[in-house]
């Protein structure tokens, strides 16, 4: 399974598999037809509150990293996060769309890494400290 992220204004390719937008606001300037989605999965998006906090504090991506997986494992966001999951194993490829112009520092990041891990919807802090127990075995290796 191939779990690719985009911006949502990039154009559709046709390895893109299942095309989802996984923001809570829809895309300014897009129409429907020029977006092209599967699937629009809103209560996978961060909450209102985390993306506004975020955006006032772009540098500490630790600590929204940190509460938007906290809030995954509420209701309406685990069971999206399951769907999604389930989506990318039955098209045997997906691609996040996400309409920040960072593309390196956005939740879609996280949630790939959340699907393309094979992982269950976390629970905790269990994702948190495997990725950091990832960067400490990278760290050694230097």
Do not use: C
């Amino acid at each position: 399974m191939t779990i690719r992220i985009k911006r949502v204004y990039d154009p559709p390719a046709p390895e893109d598999g299942a095309r989802v937008l996984v923001d809570r606001l829809w895309p300014r300037g897009l129409t429907k037809e020029a977006a092209a989605l599967d699937a629009w999965m809103k209560d996978v998006a961060p909450s209102h509150e985390l993306r506004k906090w975020f955006h006032a504090h772009p540098p500490q991506w630790g600590k929204f990293r940190e509460k938007y997986l906290t809030e995954l494992t509420t209701g309406a966001a685990h069971a999206a996060l399951q769907e999604l999951h389930d989506l990318a194993v039955k098209r045997r490829g997906l691609t996040l769309l996400f309409a920040s112009k960072s593309v390196d520092q956005n939740h879609a990041v996280i949630l790939k890494q959340l699907v393309a891990g094979g992982r269950k919807p976390p629970t905790g802090t269990g994702p948190v400290r495997a990725v950091a127990a990832g960067r400490a075995r990278a760290a050694r290796r230097r």
